[in-house]
């Protein structure tokens, strides 16, 4: 079995590394990139090893753009975990707020 995070979907990897469609067909049809067809919900989709995404990028843009959308990435992460924990804040001072106010009376 893979480890986790060593495979990505063709979604995935123009997502994260701004691959298009044509070179990632390309770099198939070449014999660079190993992949699978897999299906979600019916409808096919490429499922190619992250390593070799990676190598193809800083070879074809260099290795600070990889660099950059790695870090690109990894910023949307922690925006998400961030507005996430902001809910959560919302979510229990509202609830200490009804607690506090069930205490005063």
Do not use: W
């Not at 691959?19 to 770099?27: G, H, K, P």
């Not at 190993?34 to 299906?39: C, D, E, F, G, L």
């Not at 499922?47 to 990676?54: L, M, S, T």
């Amino acid at each position: 079995m893979a480890a986790k995070g060593a495979t990505l979907s063709d979604k995935n990897a123009f997502k994260e590394y701004g691959l298009t469609y044509e070179e990632l067909v390309e770099e198939v049809k070449a014999g660079k990139l190993q992949y699978q067809v897999a299906y979600a919900h019916g409808n096919p989709y490429y499922k190619v090893i992250r390593q070799e995404v990676e190598d193809f990028i800083a070879e074809k843009h260099g290795v600070n753009h990889l660099k950059k959308m790695e870090t690109h990435a990894r910023l949307k992460k922690v925006m998400t975990e961030l507005r996430s924990l902001k809910r959560k804040i919302k979510k229990l001072e509202k609830e200490q707020k009804e607690l506090e106010e069930k205490l005063k009376d």
